[in-house]
């Protein structure tokens, strides 16, 4: 690539179902890198295996980006000027890269029908179609060129595959893994046009990449095998001089580290794979996301970003600028990365501390209103997100944090206060409403010596007064700071709550 190129990168999903979340890291790498060199982050839609297609898989892809707040500067939505952004729709063009090969040696027609193959996969399990069997099959390497011109003209099915090399290797740079080289002889000569006219994702990524410009491909490590053959076809194609540069992302491993992380694992594990749900349309089984388990975007992005990927510095906690700042393909790992999943949920929690109030109110409100309370006071709702916000994981533990700064308990723990009870004890809350009154200042800073000064002079300790003070507000041992939840719920429901719980002890 030289220098001036403008960065153009792409994410280059099928659209098959919901995306694992390897699938968003690349997406996310691809984006930090656009983005921290000025460049443009595009998605297309690599949709030319028709067997495959989901229908919504697109728009989840696009719902999905958003949400993480990597919105393609390109895509089927809002196209540049390197369009078409759905493969499919590029149908038209590839025939002509795939025929050009043929004519100048580096693919060759073939005529095998489905079941001759099926029947080879029967003879010999680990069939590959390669240099070692070509000639020995229906082509137009092993026909003469009269049949060969013949079955064409009579319109016989055929497919168009690359001619792998016998012997040589192919080598090239990868951002990640430095110099990768592969044997020519141990790769299979690829379907690059199918029967139906389609090409298969190996032509079309490479026509694509270079129609669009693009100047980095990021990709998983999956795709590390296929480099030889797209490589081999830049090259072929008389583009060498064009080739993008190479990153393959290393793996996202079980939590184990033994092996790629995927769906099942989720399921087996219990927590999810899916950046969101996902219903696949013909089975309707649902997949459950990260979105709908309560993550946020900023804490779901910060997971990732950190998988494989560090700043060379122990910080783990990074908003979206931060990684657009910092991000450098040099401190990309080559090796796997573990997926745990507790950490997920610490970055969550961590997220949910630091993000500003503003942007988690509204999300918070929806708790509130899921669980029938509406019409609340939004300043209330945020004195009681800032007095519960470090006990959350999720959005949705706000309700479990803070219900009863909404509703009074509906139950009331009596078997922790009722054994130790006394009159002493009751008198000494019927004295504390009374006082409550007569306070002027309502606050947690008033409240706490206040409260403290009485059970001093009644003689009876701190904790045999508090823990049942609590109780009575929250209806069991939990909660944050008792005189922070006095101050919140304010004096008329504090004496209520007393009231009404002190006849149960
Ligand atoms: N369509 C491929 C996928 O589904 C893209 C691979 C690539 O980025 O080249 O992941």
Redesign the pocket.
Known sequence: MSSQKKVRVRF???PTGGLHLG?VRTALFNYLFARHHGGDFILRI?DTDQTRFVPGAEEYINECLNWCGISPDESPQNPGAYGPYRQSERKASYRQFAEQLVNDGYAYYAFDTAEELDQQRQIQPNFRYSHENRLSLRNSLSLSAEETARLLEEGVAHTIRIKMPEEGTVSFEDMIRGRVTFETNLVDDKVLLKADGMPT?HLA?VVDDRAMQISH?F??EE?LPSAPVHILLWEYLGWGSEMPSWAHLPLILKPDGNGKLSKRDGDRLGFPVYAMNWKDPKTGDLTKGFRELGFLPEAFVNMLGVLGWNDGTDQELFSIQDLIDKFSVDRISKSGAKFDFEKAKWFNHEWIKRLDNSILLPQVVAVLASNGVNQVDEEYVEKVLVAVKERMTYVSDFWEQSYFFFQAPVSIDVDAVKPKWTTEKTAFFENLMSDFESLEQWDSTTLEPFFKAKVASSGMKIGELMMPFRIMLVGGKFGPDVFLITELLGREEVTSRIKKALPLF
């Open positions: 280059a999903p099928s699938g690599e994702y990524v491909i990709r998983g795709w």
